[in-house]
Antibody
Framework: EEELVESGGGVVQPGGSLRLSCAGAGFTFDDYPIHWVRQAPGKGLEWLCY????????YYADSVKGRFTISRDNSRNSVSLQMNGLKTEDTAFYFC?????????WGQGSLVTVSS | DIQMTQTPSSLSASVGDRVTITCRAS??????LNWYQHKPGKVPNVLIF???TLQSGVSPRFSGSGSGTLFTLTINSLQPEDAATYYC????????FGQGTKVEI
C-alpha cells in the first residue's frame, strides 16, 4: 500500500525549532516531488514548500522562506522539514503530500503547537 | 505570487441539487488547476487535476472546467457525503490554495 507517514510534531516555544519527517512506502519515492502543507486551527490549507524528486529543486512560500528548510534523503525514502524561528502563528497541522495528479497522497498530519 | 479566489465561501444545498463553485486566478494558469475535498479529521482528497481530469476512484458526479483564470467545480446530484470544504489549487508556479468553500447539505 502506498503511504506517507509523518513524525516529529509537538509543542515548542516561540523562537524555537522543530523538525518534521515524512517517510514514504509502497511506491518509487524519488519519482515524486513532495510538498508540505499546513492548516491552522479554523483556517484553510496553506502551501508551504516543495522539493523535486531528485532533491535538486526547492521552492518556498513567502511566509516560511528563510525560516523553514525542506530536504530529502531518497536512500531512506524520507523528506524532512526543518522549522526554525517558530512563531505562534505557525501553530497548525502539518501535512506532507506527494504530487502525482495533484497532491494524490497525503501523510496523516502532525500537530505543531508554538506556545510559551 | 498567484492568488486564488473562490466563490462562494460557503453554501447550503439540498440532496439532489447541482452545486457550482468558482475559482479565479490572479493571472493565467492555463489548466494547472486542481480541486480537493477536505472533511474534518481527514486528509484532503484530490478530486480533479489539470482542471478537468477526474482522479481515479472519484465519483463522476464531480466535474471540472475552465482554463486561463476562471475555473468551476460542479457537483451533480449532491449527496450527504459531499458535505465538506472544497479547495482549488494552482500548480502553474509554486502552489497556492484558494480560501475554501464550505458545502453544507
Amino acid at each position: 500500500e502506498e503511504e506517507l507517514v509523518e513524525s516529529g510534531g509537538g509543542v515548542v516555544q516561540p523562537g524555537g525549532s522543530l523538525r518534521l519527517s515524512c517517510a514514504g512506502a509502497g511506491f518509487t519515492f524519488d519519482d515524486y516531488p513532495i510538498h508540505w502543507v499546513r492548516q491552522a486551527p479554523g483556517k484553510g490549507l496553506e502551501w508551504l514548500c516543495y522539493i523535486s524528486g531528485d532533491g535538486g529543486g526547492t521552492y518556498y512560500a513567502d511566509s516560511v522562506k528563510g525560516r523553514f528548510t525542506i530536504s530529502r534523503d531518497n536512500s531512506r525514502n524520507s523528506v524532512s522539514l526543518q522549522m526554525n524561528g517558530l512563531k505562534t502563528e505557525d501553530t497548525a497541522f502539518y501535512f506532507c503530500a506527494r504530487e502525482g495528479g495533484g497532491f494524490d497522497k497525503w501523510g496523516q498530519g502532525s500537530l505543531v503547537t508554538v506556545s510559551s | 505570487d498567484i492568488q486564488m479566489t473562490q466563490t462562494p465561501s460557503s453554501l447550503s444545498a439540498s440532496v439532489g441539487d447541482r452545486v457550482t463553485i468558482t475559482c479565479r486566478a490572479s493571472e493565467s494558469i492555463s489548466t494547472y488547476l486542481n480541486w480537493y475535498q477536505h472533511k474534518p479529521g481527514k486528509v484532503p482528497n484530490v478530486l480533479i487535476f489539470r482542471a478537468t481530469t477526474l482522479q481515479s476512484g472519484v465519483s463522476p458526479r464531480f466535474s471540472g472546467s475552465g482554463s486561463g483564470t476562471l475555473f468551476t467545480l460542479t457537483i451533480n446530484s449532491l449527496q450527504p457525503e459531499d458535505a465538506a470544504t472544497y479547495y482549488c489549487q494552482q500548480s502553474y508556479t509554486a502552489r497556492t490554495f484558494g480560501q475554501g468553500t464550505k458545502v453544507e447539505i
